[in-house]
């Protein structure tokens, strides 16, 4: 396995052996004017699409988006200046009293 950069983020290349059958099915699924533009968006793709196949992962969005939703909605005159380290700390409460509720 070997590093690459890709669009600014850190890569690992990965080499996948594959049977001609299921190579001739990523060649129909990638290049010009197909949906993915190459393999690599191809098996990226599957990957993620198998971790939200995950029990709960549906569970861990929805929780995010309802916390972010009210934020993007928000009037931004009532916006109140912060630290990242004010930030992570509030986080960081937030994500305990989360657990603990769910525990409880």
Not at 2 to 7: D, E, H, I, V
Not at 8 to 21: A, E, F, H, I, Y
Request: charged share 30%; net charge neutral; proline share 5%.
């Amino acid at each position: 396995m070997g590093k690459a950069q890709t669009k600014g983020k850190k890569t690992t290349r990965v080499q996948v052996c594959l049977p001609d059958t299921l190579m001739r099915q990523v060649e129909l699924r990638t290049g010009p004017h197909r949906l993915y533009a190459d393999s690599s968006d191809y098996i990226c793709d599957l990957i993620r699409k198998d971790l939200q196949s995950e029990p709960g992962f549906d569970d861990h969005l929805t929780v995010i988006w309802q916390h972010l939703l009210p934020g993007s909605l928000a009037d931004e005159s009532k916006f109140v200046p912060t630290s990242c380290e004010e930030a992570k700390a509030s986080g960081r409460i937030f994500a305990t009293e989360q657990l603990a509720d769910k525990n409880a």
